[in-house]
């Protein structure tokens, strides 16, 4: 599903992603680990096609993303650090303002909202207005707009911050089911129990550079955590934090 090539990205004298190549597969959970600073986030919105990278290749679903982005993108829903939601918006009118713009047919738009909204428990709550959402509620919703164009990837950076356990629980079982239907998720997260709860394999990231992957048995030896060995692998140590263009 994720075919990168030597992708990189450099600001002026500051090397904010090293030469990485990276495989993911169809139907495959895959988490990016890494303290604020190592490149996560950066490496996200590069395989998003949000930031160009300097220098790589990035294929999604064996699409180029640099020679047709417009199909590549079409296979993806990325949801970032920090999305943004229309507070004045109701869900439901929200959902059709992404599905137009994902130029969804019509006739099924509104059975799939019903759909999403149902499937993130947010269907009783879908004619009511954003700005009276929840934080869990607000992160579920994002996650629908995300899905309802049912996307081949799913790009997600940092799903889990300020999530109650009921919306975690909700978040970890879409994450499965759209596995289990094929589709591949790509995380970002700092919640390295949940990481190695629900995904198949893992990359930790430090200084710009994959430092380990594996699966989270081939990762962790027998009487370790993650956070032991993710801890051993970054010297725990907090990062800048990664640059915007």
Excluded: W
Aim: proline letters at 5%.
């Amino acid at each position: 599903m994720i075919e990168a090539r030597q992708i990189q990205k450099r600001y002026a004298n500051f090397q904010a992603v090293h030469p990485l190549d990276l495989d993911v597969g169809d139907g495959e959970i895959f988490g990016f680990l890494g303290l604020n600073g190592a490149g996560k986030t950066t490496t996200l919105r590069m395989l998003a096609g949000v930031l160009p990278p300097t220098g790589g290749t990035i294929k999604i679903d064996g699409i180029s993303l640099e020679k047709d982005p417009v199909e590549a993108r079409r296979r993806m829903g990325f949801i970032p650090d920090r999305p943004y939601l229309y507070d004045k918006l109701t869900a439901r009118e929200f959902l059709h303002f992404l599905g137009n713009l994902y130029g969804m047919d019509s006739r099924t738009l509104g059975a799939r909202t019903d759909e999403v909204l149902k499937e993130q428990d947010l269907l009783e709550m879908g004619d009511a207005l954003v700005e009276g959402y929840s934080h869990g509620m607000k992160q579920r919703l994002t996650l629908a707009g995300a899905l309802m164009h049912r996307p081949r990837l799913l790009i997600v950076d940092e799903p889990m911050v300020g999530l109650d356990p009921k919306g975690t629980k909700q978040i970890k079982r879409t994450f499965r089911e759209l596995a289990k239907e094929g589709r591949t998720v790509f995380l970002s997260t700092h919640t390295l129990d949940v990481a190695a709860e629900v995904c198949d394999r893992l990359a930790i990231v430090h200084k710009g550079k994959i430092a380990r992957i594996g699966t989270p048995k081939e990762l962790v030896p027998a009487g370790l955590t993650l956070e032991d060995v993710f801890l051993s692998v970054t010297g725990g140590e907090q990062g800048e934090p990664e640059r915007e263009e």
